[in-house]
């Protein structure tokens, strides 16, 4: 079928949407189950068991935190990132968590806290559990309430009775009788020369099947937004990263050296100048977003630079921009990365950061070239394009941080989605290998990966023998106030 636009792209905090997004909209899931079957007030302890990928690297990526904010009842798309600190005072000082913002329970981090990342549950390798104790008064036959629940990538969560129920669609919550299914990218073609639409122009009809069009625009614009503003706070912001790698942030001094250069007239003859604003907005991005700031899931945090460049890239270097230009280019990337979602991965921790960077930069690179006037059959080159030359991309941040290579992988791939764009617009749409069946060979390379490859920390870049760069062991905690 088709995952909607409201799911694929989220407003989050970074540094992850699987480890830091997912995690903390569990942790809402689970005190909404908690308060409709119990009394909220009858509990009096709570602890939280992280398994596999989140525990390995849980601690880089602030997934601790983020269960705890979630507990207090903050979500992702609303939270104050510059009072975070504020929010979590009471926990690690006082040993108090207040859940939902009501109930105050006794909180001691080192013993409610449990970190198992050798072990691995069998539907997802990010997998958390969250268990209440009631008091004994209380009453109640039993005396802990428990759920598991699997961060699958891009914030999509899915507890442990869907994960063991085929008939529950684990991807997409919104699915349904849409207008003009697809479960591939050959039957989206179909569809489209049928019925003589684009791939927006069908995407959009999808949408409006369960939301007024103007609901539909409002998002997109507010998806738009967010990622602007996410590139100018980038570019504004200065400093070291937060987490022990001493990284300095780029984009700042970047956005200050091509500023000074654009109205010089040897700039004015430099060809490749664009390429120079592309790698800008990319690590702006993704430098906010490992700094715990407000950024997009596109379709996931670590790969949050890419269709934001690429829209910049739309908007300063294209004559053609508009908004309903950006509209249809979020909704072709919508088709893109549902494809890829329903039948691979979009999680760095099940097949690998080809399944994060890979996925968005296909997306980019199709929905740039409807932009650039390309046919279906373009488009759908475009994104095969932009996915089989990330194929085999491993997913190894240094120190479990999504610094180091993920910022600057970012601006690779966002360059290369602009390539992979152009160069289907330059065809006829016909190439060698489909869309889907590369999807197919992502999903397979991810599945004969190593683990130690694939968001744990134990191989790859992520063991830089260098003494100065912390494990994902150390307990880093990315420190919002710098946002």
Known sequence: MMISVFDLFKIGIGPSSSHTVGPMVAANTFLSAVASHFDLTAVERIEVELFGSLAATGKGHA??????????????????????????????????????GTHQVAFHYEQDVLWHGDIVLPYHPNALTLRVYFAEQAGYAQSTYQQTYYSIGGGFIINEEA???????????????????????????????????????LVMANECHYREREAVLEY???????????????????????????????????????????????????????????????????????????????PTNGAAGIIPAVLHYYRDFLPSYSMNGVHDFLLVATAIGSLIKQNASISGAEVGCQGEVGSASSMAAGALAQILGGNVAQCLNAAEIGIEHNLGLTCDPIGGLVQVPCIERNAMAAVKAINAARLACRGNG???VSLDKVIQTMKQTGADMSDKYKE????????????????????????????
């Open 220 to 298: 997109l614009d507010a998806i738009w937004q967010v990622m602007q503003d996410c590139v100018t706070a980038g570019c504004r912001n200065e400093g070291i990263l937060p987490g022990g790698l001493n990284v300095k942030r780029r984009a700042h001094d970047l956005y200050q050296q091509l500023s000074l250069e654009f109205d010089q007239p040897a700039a004015n003859n430099d060809r490749l100048q664009a390429m120079e604003w592309i790698n800008l907005y990319a690590l702006a991005v993704n430098e906010e977003n490992a700094n715990g700031g407000k950024v997009v899931t596109a």
């Open 430 to 432: 016909e190439h060698c």
């Open 163 to 201: 994960a063991g129920n085929p008939d529950v669609d684990q991807a997409n919550p919104s699915i349904g009788a849409i207008p003009y299914p697809f479960n591939s990218a050959a039957e989206l073609f179909d569809q489209c020369q049928q019925h003589n639409l684009s791939i927006s122009e």
């Open 63 to 100: 997934t601790d935190t983020a269960i705890l904010l979630g507990l207090q009842g903050h979500q992702p798309s609303t939270i104050d990132t510059r009072l975070t600190e504020e929010y979590l005072a009471p926990i690690f000082n006082e040993h108090t968590l207040m859940l939902n």
């Open 456 to 483: 744990t920390a134990r191989g790859g870049l992520a063991v830089y023998a260098d003494s100065r760069i912390p494990t994902a062991t150390v307990g880093v905690t990315v420190n919002y106030s710098q946002c």
